[in-house]
Structure formats: structure tokens, C-alpha cells
């Protein structure tokens, strides 16, 4: 589902692939005609919701780890959506490490839209829009 | 868009006792584990900068592992800066604070005078 306004990769969720994955998604950008500062904000937050995945969203023993992202471009934004297969979100009873509360907040800090669904088993869905009007 | 420089990494022993680390390419979770581990390996010296003008990009594995070697090193009685931040670094630097707490420098004459300093 590759056109002039969406964008698609799928990929196994693995730490080499998240670079590979930054850069398909930074290049679509640049090609829609997004300007260098939408461009890095984009690459850092599919960076962080990759990462979150690659992490959190399969167990260590999973075959398949299916990451799928798709980049949209609207009329003011790009919308990131990065989808899983995993076991979805879990209550966490102990504090998160410093890495992971730092991914949510630049991801959330960055994005003008934030957005999680999740269903226990079932796989984990992140929405996030980067205004496309940012400045350099 | 410029192609992806691999990732890579320089240690340097500047001065006695003093590490120099230079990071060039991208910074995220598949070489992060580098990264710690040079900074562990200048664990106990009294001064370590980081020379972020060859990085192109960061993620939160890569801050982590800054604030997690900024709190060992002080916490021995040493001191650790990082200089030379751009674009995507330096906003994600500003964006999460770092750049508010003595540990962003834009030059490294600037970080080695602080280095030098006494601590607060």
C-alpha cells in the first residue's frame, strides 16, 4: 500500500530493524515535501514506538514479531500508525526504567496527537500526528 | 536526504585520567549496548566528555545511557559533559530537559571548562 499519500513497511520487530524502518519513513517524508525539522521529529517518534515493540510487545521466545508501520499524509499532519501482533499492554506493578519513561515522554512531547490501543493478547496500536507546519 | 552513516564510536584519552568519546552515525537501541559499554569503561575517570558533532541521530537508549553515566561518574566524584549536538539532537536533547542541567555544552572548550570547574 504504497500511493502518493500512504506509506507502508512491515518488518520483524528486531533492534536492526528499527534504523531500517526510521529511514524508509524519514525518506517518504522528505519526499511528500515535509520540511528538516518534521522529518527528525517523525524519524524520532516511529524510533521510540519501534523500540517500545521491539522491547515490550512479543515474548523473548516469539518466532514471529511482526511490526507494521504505515505513514499517512494529511493535509496537516502525518499520522504514524505502528502496529503489533504482541501480547499487548501490561499493568507494570514496579517503576519503569529511565529508557522507557524517557521514549513515552519524547514521543508524546514531539506529537501533536498521541494515541494507544490495546488489547490484551490481541496486539498494541500507536497512533501519533506530527503537524506538518513545525519550524525549523 | 544524505545516505545513513554506520554507527561508530572513538575512545581517547585526552589528558591522565580524562576520556574523550566520539560518536559518529545513529544512536538507537542496536548499538546502544556500545555505547554503555565504552562508558563503563570510563568509569572511575575524573573527567569524561562526549562528542555528539558526528551524531546524526538519538533515541531514548542513547539519553539513558548518558544520564546513567552522568550519575555514576559524579556520583565517584568525577564529571561528565556531552558537546556538539545538532538538529535531531539537540531538540530531543532540549525537548527532555537535558539541555537545563549542566550537561549539554555546545563546544568542547566549553565542556572541558566545566569539567574543570568544581563541582556544585
Known amino acids: ?136 | 536526504m544524505s545516505s545513513m552513516r554506520p554507527f561508530g564510536l572513538t575512545e581517547t584519552e585526552f589528558q591522565p585520567d580524562s576520556r574523550l568519546i566520539a560518536i559518529a552515525g545513529e544512536l538507537d537501541l542496536a548499538v546502544a549496548d556500545q555505547l554503555t559499554a565504552a562508558l563503563a569503561r570510563a568509569s572511575g575517570c575524573s573527567l569524561v566528555l562526549v562528542d555528539l558533532g558526528s551524531c546524526e541521530f538519538i533515541d531514548s537508549t542513547g539519553l539513558a545511557a548518558f544520564v546513567q553515566a552522568s550519575s555514576q561518574i559524579e556520583g565517584e566524584g568525577g564529571r561528565f559533559a556531552v558537546f556538539g549536538a545538532s538538529d535531531q539532537v539537540l531538540r530531543v536533547l532540549s525537548v527532555t530537559g537535558l539541555t537545563e542541567n549542566g550537561l549539554v555544552f555546545e563546544s568542547v572548550e566549553e565542556a572541558f571548562a566545566a569539567g574543570q570547574a568544581p563541582a556544585a
Request: proline share 4%; with cysteine; hydrophobic share 40%.
Open chain 1, 1 to 136: 500500500m504504497n500511493t502518493g499519500r500512504d506509506f507502508l513497511i512491515r518488518l520483524p520487530a528486531q533492534p536492526d530493524n528499527i534504523a531500517v524502518i526510521r529511514a524508509a519513513v524519514g525518506e517518504r517524508a522528505h519526499e511528500w515535501g515535509a520540511n528538516r525539522r518534521v522529518v527528525d521529529d517523525l524519524r524520532t517518534v516511529v524510533t521510540e514506538a519501534c523500540t517500545n515493540v521491539v522491547l515490550h510487545a512479543y515474548p523473548e521466545e516469539a518466532q514471529q514479531r511482526p511490526l507494521e508501520v504505515s505513514l499517512r499524509r494529511e493535509e496537516e499532519a502525518l499520522q504514524l500508525v505502528v502496529r503489533d501482533e504482541g501480547k499487548g499492554v501490561q499493568a507494570s506493578g514496579g517503576e519503569r526504567p529511565y529508557g522507557l519513561r524517557m521514549g513515552l515522554l519524547l514521543a508524546g512531547a514531539i506529537s501533536s496527537c498521541f494515541q494507544l490501543r490495546s488489547r490484551r493478547g490481541r496486539g498494541t496500536e500507536l497512533t501519533l500526528q506530527i503537524p506538518l507546519d513545525a519550524t525549523t
